[in-house]
C-alpha cells in the first residue's frame, strides 16, 4: 500500500519517478518494471558509478575507493538536474543509498519534487533486509554487529528521505509487479 509520508504533495502527472531506499529494498526491480510499463527509460546509479570507476559496487565498497564518494554525489546531481529529469518525457531513476542522503542530493531531490517529478521511497524491514542480503547468516563475531549498524543507518535514512518523498512504499510481502502497478496508478 502506498503512504504518504511526507508534507510535499505527489504531482498529478510526474515527468520523472526517482526511487530512494535502503539495499535491497527493490528499487532496481520496480524502477525497471516502472520503466518498462511507462515506457521510459530506466537508470540505475549503481550501475553508472560502476561504469565510471571501472569496478562492481561490491569492490567499490569494500576497497573503500577514494572516488566513490564523489563520483557518486557527481553522477547524481547530474541525473537530477532539471534537463536530465525532463529529456525524453521523463526518466525512471534509482539513487544508490548512500547517495540519497548527501546533503547536496538531498537538495537535487527537494527540488526534484517540487518540480513535479515524484520521489518514491522503497522501505523494508530490518529482518526482512537482512533475509534478502544475507546479513541474517551465522557470521565471525570478529564482523562485529552489522545488523546493529545497518539498522542505525536505515534509522537515519528514513528520516531524511521522509523530507523528500512524496511517496513511501513498504516492499515486504509484495510483488514488485503489484508495487509497480500502484505507483502507475497514482501518477
Known amino acids: 500500500m502506498l503512504t504518504e509520508d511526507s508534507q510535499i504533495p505527489a504531482p ?4 520523472s519517478i526517482i526511487l530512494i531506499g535502503a539495499s535491497a529494498t527493490g528499487k532496481t526491480s520496480v524502477g525497471t518494471d516502472i520503466a518498462s510499463r511507462l515506457l521510459r527509460s530506466f537508470i540505475d546509479l549503481d550501475e553508472r558509478v ?30 537530477l538536474s ?11 531513476i ?16 527537494r527540488a526534484a519534487g517540487e518540480s513535479g517529478h515524484l520521489v518514491v521511497e522503497l522501505h ?5 533486509i537482512a ?9 565471525a563475531v570478529a564482523l562485529g554487529a552489522p545488523r546493529a549498524i545497518l539498522a542505525r543507518l536505515m534509522e537515519r535514512m528514513r528520516r531524511i528521505h521522509a523530507e523528500v518523498a512524496q511517496v513511501s512504499v513498504d516492499t515486504v510481502g509484495r510483488s514488485t509487479q503489484l508495487i509497480s502497478q500502484e505507483l502507475c496508478d497514482s501518477l
Open 131 to 139: 533475509r534478502r542480503t544475507g546479513l541474517n547468516a551465522p557470521r
Open 82 to 92: 532539471a534537463e536530465h529529469l525532463a529529456a525524453g518525457g521523463g526518466v525512471v
Open 94 to 109: 534509482a539513487l544508490s543509498p548512500s547517495a540519497s542522503v548527501m546533503p547536496s542530493v538531498v537538495e537535487a531531490l
Open 12 to 15: 498529478k502527472a510526474a515527468s
Open 50 to 79: 560502476e561504469e565510471a570507476l571501472g569496478a562492481s559496487m561490491e569492490t567499490l565498497v569494500i576497497d573503500d575507493h577514494p572516488e566513490l564518494a564523489s563520483t557518486q554525489e557527481r553522477l547524481a546531481l547530474d541525473l
Open 124 to 128: 523494508a524491514s530490518m529482518s526482512e
